[in-house]
């Protein structure tokens, strides 16, 4: 008799104790789905980022006084200056630093790395006499690694570019490329 | 059977301990998941705010002249850290919005229902870039005798059927002291030793000093003193007396004469935070202003060679108008005002009054000749 009464405790606290592992076990359940949704919506997060960092340089792009169209200082919005287009791609290759004073130094190339990060930017003008586009690049990071990069996303932007020198106006693009 | 009935009491009590110590774990263990999902759902807001602000930075910066409302909930204040360049919620572990290279005034922490943004272009002569002004409705702008200071007076940013709220949801003042101005300073005082507590900073902008014993207050509110020449035009190179009071009407620093370059210039004196603010601030300005002045010299040379490869359509006199040496000077006082130690000398901007004027002249003759104009 006593044996028996033993077996009977014994019994009871595995049914709990089995109890508790279902429960758990179900839980874990739980948290794997849970985990693997949360997983989803972080890739989507980053997309959604990556997007939002396309708009963020355009309209940095749209910010910057040097290279668009001004005229007796009042500055002619959506218009980008084909002069000063050109000057620029140049400074940003750092060809000759001797002609621009210096102008591609480390601190200035510092300046605009800290502004377009891990994208580049390049001006198309389309020259209606030949049918084709000139490409000029705005900025292109040496830096960036492409084998470390999951993708890209490209942005197509038509600008008008104004000759000053001449008052001509062209049809332009600009391609805005950021990296992932 | 005594033995038994031990047996069945021990039993009984252990299986209550155990049902109740395996309850508490599973009760901590959720409550613990429940507090890390709150935290991260704080920081998941918080981010969404920044991104969607910095967005709305962007595109306030861009729009020139334009006043820009939003809305802000009243527990959570914006930190705005010119020296570590960003723009972020007090109190939280976010990296923040990258204001590096955003030339931007407000003050150093942001409370309120709603921050206000307005900009305007640096130009001289030539545009450097746009000047963003952040303030919130617990600033109080007061604009004294506006009749001279008009053109202060109308750029300050307001909606005009906007009345300031409290945490309380009672009205008490409008942004700016409606559209009267207010005559003299003696009519200050009302405000002055009102006893809410709502604003943070109260700017006054004048052309006299504030008598002493003007005002006893318990605002916990900062009193500063724009003490602006009484000129025809602000858009030249000036100086400002600005002095910090207490709510008593002490001075707590002493006054500080600021070195003024131009409207925008000194906007964005009135929005800092203080005169330490301001002086960062222009100093990525003057940065910018280095960088478009280089550019500016290359385009003006450039255009020179072209005109000169052009003479049978354009005058020989445009050539005197391409002159490189104002640039190169203009270039070399940047270098002198940033310096090398990191400390900005502001009173190097004296120099440049002269240099943009010719420049501005030199352009707008380059225009009246047909010539390409620079800029």
């Known amino acids: ?180 | 059977m005594k033995m038994y009935n031990k047996k069945g009491v021990v039993e009984a009590q252990f299986n209550w301990i155990f049902v109740l110590v395996v309850g508490g774990i599973i009760l901590l263990f959720f409550v613990s998941l429940v507090n890390s999902q709150k935290k991260t759902s704080d920081l998941s807001i918080n981010s969404e705010l920044l991104t969607h602000l910095d967005s709305i930075i962007q595109g306030a910066s861009i729009s020139v002249g334009t006043v820009y409302d939003i809305s802000m909930p009243l527990t959570q204040a914006l930190s705005n850290d010119c020296e570590g360049q960003a723009l972020t919620f007090s109190d939280s572990k976010l990296q923040g919005i990258d204001i590096g290279r955003t030339v931007l005034f407000g003050p150093k922490k942001m409370i309120g229902t709603k921050i206000f943004t307005y900009s305007l272009y640096w130009q001289e002569p030539y545009t450097i870039t746009p000047f963003l002004y952040l303030t919130t409705d617990s600033v109080l702008f007061f604009v004294v005798n506006s009749t001279k200071l008009s053109q202060i007076f109308s750029e300050i940013p307001v909606n005009a059927d906007y009345n300031a709220v409290d945490k309380d949801g009672n009205v008490k003042s409008v942004l700016k002291y409606g559209d009267d101005y207010v005559p003299d300073l003696a009519s200050l005082t009302p405000y002055l030793n009102s006893d809410n507590d709502y604003y943070t900073h109260i700017k006054v902008i004048s052309t006299e000093k504030l008598p002493s014993g003007l005002f006893h207050s318990s605002t916990k509110a900062k009193i500063i003193l724009y003490q602006v020449p009484d000129l025809v035009s602000y858009d030249g190179y000036f100086t400002v007396n600005v002095t910090e009071y207490n709510r008593n009407g002490v001075i707590v620093r002493s006054t500080v004469n600021v070195d003024v370059l131009g409207f925008p210039s000194l906007m964005g004196l009135i929005f800092s935070d203080d005169v330490e603010d301001y002086r960062c601030s222009m100093t990525k300005a003057l940065t910018k202003y280095q960088i478009i002045s280089k550019l500016q010299l290359n385009k003006s040379n450039e255009l020179k060679e072209y005109v000169n490869q052009n003479l049978d359509f354009y005058s020989p006199l445009c050539n005197h108008y391409y002159v490189s040496s104002l640039h190169e000077d203009i270039i070399y006082y940047i270098n002198r005002s940033i310096g090398s130690d990191g400390v900005t000398d502001l009173t190097q901007l004296s120099n440049f009054q002269n240099l943009v004027e010719t420049l501005r002249n030199y352009n707008n003759n380059l225009g009246d000749k047909s010539c390409p104009v620079p800029y």
């Open chain 1, 1 to 180: 008799m006593p044996s028996s009464i033993l077996k009977k405790a014994q019994m009871q606290m595995f049914e709990t104790i089995g109890v508790l592992f279902v429960f758990f076990l179900l839980l874990a359940f739980g948290l794997i789905f849970y985990a693997g949704f949360q997983k989803d919506n972080v890739s989507n997060l980053q997309s959604d980022k990556t997007e939002l960092e396309l708009v963020s340089i355009a309209q940095t792009i749209e910010a910057l006084t040097e290279l668009k169209c001004s005229e007796q200082t009042s500055i002619t919005e959506n218009c980008y200056d084909l002069l000063s287009i050109e000057i620029f791609s140049r400074y940003m290759k750092n060809t000759s630093p001797g002609l621009f004073l210096h102008v591609g130094s480390p601190n200035t190339r510092i300046h605009y790395l800290s502004i377009f990060k891990n994208s580049n930017i390049t001006v198309a003008v389309f020259n209606e006499s030949s049918g084709n586009f000139t490409n000029y690049p705005i900025y292109y990071n040496d830096e960036r690694d492409e084998k470390n990069k999951i993708g890209r996303r490209t942005n197509y932007v038509p600008i008008t570019i104004k000759d000053s020198r001449n008052d001509e106006f062209y049809f332009g693009i600009l391609y805005l490329t950021v990296f992932i």
